[in-house]
């Protein structure tokens, strides 16, 4: 009893490509005031980081992103007022740069947080961050009459183009017809 409609002129073609590369350093912070501590442990991780950047003729970021979780920053308007109380917090941060090696120098910069920074940092999760791709996707659709499909298997190969997708009826014969009219799920093998 299955109903379908008839294939579209289109393939659904998905794509994926590289934009640039991203990493995230996650940091345990302990102690009062805490959500300031950690906004300015990012603070000045990024100051410090768009300096040599500027030195050595590199871009900014294209993208940073900053979250005290713990901090209710999640909440907007809406969290309440920790900002005085809260006695341990997580930085998150994220930056994306089209360039792997600038976040490398940014990865490099975090150290300097932990030796010679603000006190409380205890832990940076994971180590120090690596710069992963930025991988995207593009969905599209594209019209079967610009292009064949080919299939190979068994070392033959075969071409279908556009007209030989039509809509044609099945003989009866090729419709599956249900073993048993009581359980119409069960199919003959």
């Not at 090696?101 to 940092?121: D, F």
């Amino acid at each position: 009893g299955a109903k379908g409609t008839a294939p579209t002129p289109f393939y659904k073609i998905s794509a994926t490509y590289m934009d640039g590369y991203k990493a995230t350093v996650v940091v345990n912070v302990v102690g009062r005031k805490s959500a300031e501590k950690c906004r300015l442990i990012a603070d000045s991780i990024l100051d410090r980081t768009r300096r040599i950047y500027k030195k050595l003729k590199i871009p900014d970021f294209e993208k940073v992103y900053v979250q005290v979780l713990g901090a209710e920053e999640s909440y907007g308007d809406h969290g309440l007022s920790l900002t005085n109380s809260l006695r341990e917090g997580v930085l998150w941060m994220t930056v994306k740069h089209p360039d792997k090696r600038a976040l490398g120098i940014w990865a490099k910069e975090i150290a300097a947080a932990g030796t010679g920074g603000t006190p409380g940092l205890t832990a940076l999760v994971g180590g120090r961050p690596k710069p992963s791709p930025c991988l995207k996707l593009y969905s599209f659709l594209y019209p079967k009459s610009k292009m064949d499909a080919s299939i190979e298997m068994d070392g033959e190969k075969s071409t279908y183009t556009a007209d030989t997708f039509q809509k044609t009826e099945p003989e009866s014969e090729d419709l599956v017809q249900p073993a048993d009219d009581s359980n119409p799920a069960q199919l003959p093998i």
